[in-house]
């Protein structure tokens, strides 16, 4: 087939060129008339006014208000970053876009004070049918149901009609109720990027009030962050950050597939139970029996430590007194009997009756009682032990007086201080305290704590006072250093009382009494010693631990006992006999507090608290030169602290390779209390190519001259584990 191609010759351009020309007189014509004016055009989509949501590095939600008509609710909300740029473009088209709300409204109980969220949308989670879970609206199944206003503001008008919907488990919307409306926003990009947010807001659609209505108050989420961080508890994937939207979706009528309580009251005690949570199993007897629920991969079972709070369970440690808390003694007037039993599994359904079909514990039980088991120790905190007559003799031997007594002065006699197996009244002498980690090599624990009930170390006399005297290896100059003698006993009350009586009393409970230390130097009777620097936050402690933390519980005082020196231990069976291939640990107070249960959560812990957060735990206390940190290098050369040779796996053969003691020297030590396990040989040179040890040798510990605080600050120190000063 021929191709053709229509041209125009050069030649033909020039004729008609001429042609054209010869037509005119060579002068222009007048110009026109204008023409009329057009008619305005159509305004044009108004630009938008903010940041693009995709841009933006977090996300800060706000409901402002809600609506509601014939069934159907609609709600106005805004999205904004910190700086209070309004963020635009969320669209249920978008994939990343995982935005959802829903919604709950609040059971009142006439007659009673008791009240509960119930969810609304709820889904059913077995095949049954009978167990159920709060359901949402996403904006992706209804893109347009989602107004974008192109200012950060948004209009999102539900899709389910409340007042003709079958709800999969029965419950009515009652517009005259508080209602919450909650959103819950997640998005996760390609590029590791997220946002998260939630978002709730109070009102009854009835009256449109959002403003002095019932709702329910007995917790904040800052209570939980006593123990707990923020981001410990990003539950499911991280998709829900506030207490609200947690009770919320946690509610009165959702449970497991296999029908077990996750209303918020019944599985926070469950779960804070952790091991010590019993039950009756099908023969009658009592088993342990921790919360266990279907979730992720499979049952999981909360047997772990999950609430540090000892020897019982503080109620207050949660249940604060807040005044802006509306509800804050509801838990003590009418408690949720499903709150209850989260404790206490199957023990109070026994009580349940024709009388009591709706099993409400506090008929019968005041919750206050749970507040007796604190008597005892709010009783010793009153009791005083008082110090006299301290004096070294030239033979090293430490000679004094003491008296212990209660509020109104009289002595406590011996029947009264309480000695059983390793919990012993013991008096822990200690020098050099104005140091983190004192040496104590020529003296080691065994020898500075004097049990006063040995009667080779201490006498009563008739009056109930007690005469010390004990040989130890002083120091030749410890007249002249600061001294300290630190009370470590415990008197008895009658449980749940403040009532003193003899320990061998069947209703005997033991508790620590408080005292400072005794703390002086010997050759200046005026000399002024101050505490123990503050390594540690002690409200942090008390703050989760409640009164008594592990043992020898007379405040944070746990480095007068746990010295850098003191010898490794090995982990024991039940039976008390060291595993083969257990972990030989030291047992200072910073490698014993790094490693404990519950504080060891940088590698696949239980999620409670995230260690890679200093301030979790240490202090900072202002100085001459600004704010000095509890975690700060270099102030402690010249120690040798005990680490074991390395850290053994199940596989260890101990015969073969047995794990020996070695030293490290004190920053070194700091970092190995963590990092042991996964430290590297180029980690290892690094910290000895500058200055550090690590090794057999002591003497090499204490010779060593870090310089690891001139790169790693505290700032530079949060920095590497993931947060800021």
């Not at 005083?384 to 430490?398: M, R, W, Y």
């Not at 703390?519 to 989760?544: F, N, P």
Request: net charge negative; with cysteine; hydrophobic share 35%.
């Amino acid at each position: 087939m021929m191709i053709t191609t229509k041209t125009t010759t050069l030649a033909a351009l020039i004729a008609s060129a001429m042609m054209l020309s010869a037509c005119g007189d060579g002068n222009d014509g007048k110009d026109g008339i204008d023409g009329e004016n057009g008619q305005p055009g159509t305004p044009g989509t108004p630009g938008a006014v903010g940041l693009h949501i995709d841009m933006a590095e977090e996300a800060i939600a706000n409901i402002n208000k809600a609506s509601y008509a014939d069934g159907i609710i609609s709600v106005d909300f805004e999205l904004e970053n910190r700086q209070g740029v309004g963020l635009f473009g969320l669209t249920g088209e978008n994939p990343f876009h995982d935005f959802r709300f829903s919604l709950a409204q609040l059971q009142t109980h006439e007659g009673s004070d008791l009240k509960q969220w119930i969810s609304l949308l709820n889904d059913t989670t077995n095949d049954d049918g009978t167990t159920f879970e709060q359901g949402f609206e996403k904006i992706k199944d209804c893109i347009e149901c989602l107004v974008d206003h192109n200012d950060g503001s948004y209009t999102y008008t539900f899709s389910t009609n409340l007042l003709t919907a079958e709800d999969a488990a029965d419950v009515e919307f009652n517009p005259d109720l508080t209602q919450r409306i909650a959103i819950e926003m997640q998005f996760e990009y390609d590029s590791g990027h997220e946002l998260a947010e939630n978002a709730h807001f109070d009102w009854i659609p009835s009256t449109n009030g959002s403003e002095g209505i019932e709702s329910r108050e007995l917790v904040t989420m800052q209570t939980c962050y006593t123990c707990h961080q923020a981001d410990s508890l990003k539950a499911h994937g991280g998709r829900r950050l506030d207490l609200e939207n947690c009770q919320a979706c946690h509610n009165g009528i959702v449970t497991d597939p296999n029908a077990i309580s996750v209303e918020f009251g019944h599985m926070v005690h469950a779960i804070h139970m952790g091991p010590h949570r019993e039950g009756k199993d099908a023969d009658g007897n009592v088993v342990p029996m921790p919360y266990t629920i279907a979730g992720y991969g499979g049952d999981h079972a909360f047997d772990y430590p999950a609430f540090p709070t000892k020897p019982f369970m503080d109620c207050a440690a949660c249940h604060v007194e807040d005044d802006n808390l509306a509800d804050k003694d509801l838990w003590l007037a009418n408690a949720n009997a499903n709150a209850c039993t989260g404790c206490h599994t199957d023990s109070p359904a026994q009580h349940q009756s024709d009388k009591n079909p709706a099993l409400s514990c506090t008929d019968c039980h005041s919750a206050a009682v749970h507040g007796d088991h604190a008597k005892p120790y709010q009783a010793a905190k009153d009791y005083d032990v008082t110090i006299s007559k301290v004096a070294i003799s030239a033979a090293n031997e430490i000679s004094f007086d003491m008296a212990i007594t209660d509020p109104a002065g009289n002595l406590v006699s011996q029947q009264e201080v309480y000695k059983l197996g390793y919990s012993k009244p013991y008096m822990v002498v200690s020098w050099d305290v104005d140091k983190d980690y004192p040496d104590y090599d020529q003296s080691p624990y065994s020898q500075r704590r004097i049990d006063i009930k040995d009667p080779t170390k201490a006498t009563w006399n008739a009056d109930n006072s007690v005469s010390v005297k004990v040989a130890m290896n002083f120091p030749a100059d410890i007249a002249s250093r600061s001294l300290e003698i630190l009370p470590v006993l415990k008197v008895c009350f009658a449980e749940g009382s403040g009532s003193r009586v003899s320990c061998d009393a069947d209703n005997a409970y033991p508790a620590y009494v408080q005292t400072d230390a005794l703390r002086t130097v010997l050759d200046d009777s005026e000399a002024v010693v101050a505490d123990r620097r503050a390594i540690i936050d002690s409200q942090s402690c008390y703050g989760c631990h409640s009164f008594e933390f592990y043992h020898d519980s007379n405040g944070v005082n746990c480095i007068a006992c746990h010295t850098n020196d003191k010898k490794l231990g090995a982990v024991e069976d039940a039976n008390g006999d060291a595993v083969a291939w257990g972990e030989m640990k030291s047992t200072s107070f910073m490698y014993k507090a790094h490693k404990a249960k519950g504080h060891d959560n940088g590698h696949g812990g239980s999620g409670t608290l995230l260690k890679t957060d200093c301030m979790t735990c240490h202090s900072a206390e202002q100085g001459w030169g600004g704010l000095s940190y509890g975690f700060e290098l270099g102030r402690n050369p010249g120690q040798a602290h005990t680490v074991p040779s390395f850290i053994p796996g199940k596989s260890n053969d101990p015969a073969v390779n047995p794990v020996a003691t070695w030293y490290a020297s004190s920053d070194a030590a700091a970092c190995m209390s963590c990092h042991q396990k996964y430290l590297s040989e180029a980690a290892v040179a690094h910290m000895e190519g500058n200055g550090a040890y690590i090794g057999a040798d002591k003497a090499s510990a204490k010779a060593a001259r870090e310089a690891c605080a001139t790169c790693h600050t505290p700032e530079k120190l949060m920095h590497a584990h993931g947060h800021q000063l």
